[in-house]
């Protein structure tokens, strides 16, 4: 990955004019370049990180390992595709183990992910089993981390 597109990453509020001077580069440019990744769709788009803890949202976020019995033709793309249909659905990605995919939810209760896989995606023709694992606390996400350090309040000893 270039060094632009990792910093952009890394930091999406950085202004063209930082970024052109970290990497030395012209303003113009950065903003060419930029734009070239968001219209050919390696950019995909810029997020906020909350934290739903502190922000008091009171939802949770389920990562749900699906059992697919994939199709001939399509293999593991028809039904994944199928499930990121879903609104319900943030993320899928195909994964190695036990599983084939993993799907995380996000921003709702208790009981609505659990009527999401009972009512919506365990009926899928494809779906062979589910399990589905709340996060209970979130301590680091893409880097950011969200449990603060507990400060140490000893004071100092000398001998």
């Known amino acids: 990955m270039d060094k632009l597109l990792k910093l952009v990453e890394k930091n999406p509020r950085l202004s063209n004019k930082e970024i052109a001077t970290m990497l030395n580069m012209n303003e113009d440019d950065v903003q060419k370049q930029i734009r070239c990744y968001e219209e050919s ?32 033709e399509h293999g593991f793309d028809d039904i994944a595709r199928r499930i990121s249909n879903f609104e319900e659905v943030e993320s899928i990605y195909l994964m190695s183990g036990g599983f084939d995919l993993c799907a995380l939810v996000t921003d709702k209760s208790f009981q609505e992910v659990a009527m999401f896989v009972a009512n919506r995606l365990s009926p899928l023709d494809s779906v062979m089993s589910t399990a589905t694992h709340f996060i209970l606390k979130k301590y680091k996400e893409q880097g950011v981390f969200f449990a603060e350090t507990p400060k140490d309040d000893r004071g100092n000893i000398s001998f």
Do not use: S
Request: net charge neutral.
């Open 41 to 72: 769709g390696i950019i995909k788009g810029y997020r906020a990180m909350i934290d739903n803890e502190k922000a008091e949202n009171e939802t949770v976020t389920a990562l749900i390992e699906i059992k697919v019995h994939p199709k001939a």
